[in-house]
C-alpha cells in the first residue's frame, strides 16, 4: 500500500478518520453560526475577536497542566468526556441569544482545549504505527481541510434557510459520531505509548525536558515566526482584496477557495510521499517565506490567488512536519507536555501574529506588509536550517536540504 493509504489498514484509524471528518464539519457550521450570531447581536466586530481570545488565552494559561495530565492518564476516557461536554456547549448555544452565554461558552471550550489538545496528540499517535504516523497525520490535515470547505460550504446554505439554531444542533450530534468511534475501537491493537510517573515533577519536569532538545526548540521557534507572520491570510487576503488589487467580495471568495484547494493539496502531497523529515521542514519554510515576498507584488487577483495556492499547500506540509518531528523526536513520557507546548506557541503565534500583520497593513500598506513580513519569514528560515545544521553537526548545502534520509528521518 502506498505511504498515503498506510494508514487505513488500521480499523481504529479508518474510524477515527471518518469520526473525525463529520465532527470537523460540524465544528465549522458552527464558527459559521457563531459568527452570525455574535455580528447581528452586537454589529461588533471587537466582540468576535472577544470570542477568539477567550477561546485561546485558556490554552495560554492552561496548556502545560493539560500536557503533563495527558502523559499520565488514559486518553480515551478523557476524549468521550470532552467530546460529551462540547456537545453540551453546542446544544446551550441553541437557547436564546445572550452575549455572556456565548461568552462562557467559548471561555470553557478553550478551558476544555487546554486538556482534549495533548490527549488528543498522544492518541492520535497510537492508532497508526510509528512509521505511518507522518501520513496519518497528512491524511489528518486533508479531512480538517475537507471537513472545513464542506461544514462551511453547507452551513452558509443552511443558515440562510433555518437560522444558526440548527447549525449548533448539528455539531452537537456531530460529536456522538466522535463518541461512537471511540467506544468501537479495538484497544489491543493500539500501539502502547509510555506514560509518565506520577512523581516525575510534572509541569517543571517537561520544561526542563524541553530546554535540553535544542532541535524541539529550534522547531518551536520557526513554528512561531513562521505561524505568526506568515499564516494570517485572513488579515492580508482581505487587506490586499480591499485595497491595491481593487477586487471584490466574489475576488475574496477566489482566494479563499484557492487556499482551502491548496491546503487539501499539501495535505496530499505529503501524505502521498511520507517524508516528514527536517529537511522538507527547512525547504518548504524557505519556499512559502519567499512565495510570501512574492505575493506581495502580484499584478492582480487572479496573480495573487496562483501565489495563495502553493502558499496554503506549503503551510499545511510545514505544520504537519512540525507536528510529525515533536512526536517522533520526543521521549513518549514527555509528549504531553510537549505537545501542550506547541498548542501554546499556536495560539501565541495568532494572538500576537494578527494584530501585528494589520498594523503592518495599515502601516506600509497591504503589499508592504506581505512583502516586510516576507523578508523577516526567509530570513528565519534560514537562520533556523543554520542553527539546526550546527546542532546536528553537519554541513549547510543542497544534499542535507533535499537527500534522502537514512534509518531515522531527520
Known sequence: MAPMFAPLRERNYRLWAAADLISVSGTWMQVLAL???????????????AVVMLQSLPVLLLGSWGGALADRIPARPMLIAC??????????????SNNWLIYGVALVSGVISSFEGPVLG???????????????????????????????????????????????LINAVSYLAVIFSLLAMRTGEMRTLAVADPTDGGIMAGLRYLIRQPVVLIVLALSFVL????????????AMVAGPLEGSSGSY????????????????????SGRSTLRVLLGTGFLISVLQLCSGLAPNVLGFA??????????????????????LDTCERMRGRVLATVGIVSSL???????????????????????????????????????????????????????RPATQPA
Open 306 to 327: 496562483a501565489l495563495i495556492l502553493p502558499i496554503a499547500a506549503g503551510a499545511v506540509v510545514f505544520d504537519t512536519v512540525v507536528s510529525t518531528r515533536i512526536q
Open 253 to 272: 471568495g477566489l482566494l479563499s477557495t484557492a487556499f482551502a484547494v491548496g491546503a487539501v493539496a499539501g495535505g496530499l502531497l505529503l501524505a502521498g
Open 35 to 49: 459568527n452570525w450570531l455574535i455580528l447581528s447581536a452586537t454589529g461588533s466586530a471587537t466582540a468576535m475577536g
Open 349 to 403: 503565534s495568532g494572538i500576537v501574529g494578527a494584530p501585528a500583520v494589520g498594523w503592518m497593513c495599515d502601516t506600509v500598506g497591504a503589499r508592504g506588509a506581505l512583502v516586510l513580513a516576507g523578508a523577516v519569514t526567509t530570513v528565519a528560515a534560514v537562520m533556523g536550517a543554520v542553527a539546526l545544521v550546527r546542532v546536528k553537526g553537519r554541513s549547510l548545502n543542497w544534499s542535507f536540504l533535499w537527500g
Open 122 to 168: 498522544r492518541f492520535g499517535s497510537s492508532l497508526v504505527p510509528r512509521e505511518s504516523l507522518g501520513s496519518a497525520l497528512a491524511l489528518g490535515s486533508v479531512l480538517s481541510s475537507a471537513g472545513r470547505i464542506g461544514g462551511m460550504a453547507l452551513g452558509g446554505v443552511l443558515i440562510g434557510i433555518t437560522g444558526p439554531a440548527i447549525l449548533f
Open 227 to 238: 505561524g505568526s507572520l506568515g499564516r494570517n491570510y485572513q488579515v492580508s487576503m482581505a
Open 83 to 96: 467530546q460529551a461536554i462540547r456537545a453540551m456547549l453546542a446544544l446551550a448555544l441553541i437557547l436564546p
